[in-house]
């Protein structure tokens, strides 16, 4: 009688200590650790509560401008941007989300310390945008977009906004600046 109760007790365990816990530097295409595109702002402060939460209130909601709220961790670095949908509204959700520490990466291994290299063979590019300083590598399996410093590209394609650029005109070498996630993508 207590052999069966006392298998039942060791298999319980045996499966509740093999529960994977969520990497909180893991990058998804909907979550980035325990943060989702449905969390909403009230709540990143129990997702990051080991680290320290800054808003910027821009004191007009009117003015059209999201309210940034950078994520630090306790001894003062910089680990993301999180920009939510609505403006001074505890309930919205989060829009997109500005990686900048290299510690978070892909389920593919993607970092914000990748070259082009590795982010055009890891993923499929969706588009392109060329901009003032920089260009904007859209990866809609992702919705994510990787951004690279203009410094990065040969000097004939820096300064002309009009030239359309592909892949084949960004070198393997480039450094990623840092990266997005777009959670109003689709």
């Given amino acids: 009688m207590y052999k069966p109760f006392l298998s039942l007790i060791i298999l319980s365990l045996l499966f509740s200590s093999c529960k994977k816990e969520q990497d909180p530097f ?102 392109i945008n060329n901009l003032i300083n920089s260009v904007h590598i859209i990866i809609n399996e992702l919705n994510a977009s990787f951004v690279i410093d203009k410094e990065e590209l040969p000097a004939n394609l820096r300064f002309n906004m009009d030239v359309k650029i592909e892949a084949t005109h960004i070198p393997d070498n480039a450094k990623i600046k840092y990266f997005f996630l777009n959670w109003n993508m689709h």
């Fill in 26 to 127: 893991e990058i998804g295409k909907q979550h980035l650790g325990l943060l989702t595109n449905s969390t909403q702002v009230k709540d990143l402060k129990n997702i990051f509560a080991k680290d320290s939460l800054v808003n910027f209130i821009s004191g007009d909601e009117f003015a059209g401008t999201g309210n940034n709220i950078e994520i630090f961790e306790k001894g003062g670095k910089k680990l993301l941007t999180l920009t939510p949908k609505q403006a001074l509204d505890s309930t919205s959700t989060i829009e997109s989300v500005q990686i900048l520490d290299p510690r978070f990466k892909t389920t593919k291994g993607i970092t914000t310390l990748s070259t082009f290299k590795e982010v055009s063979s890891t993923y499929k590019i969706s588009k």
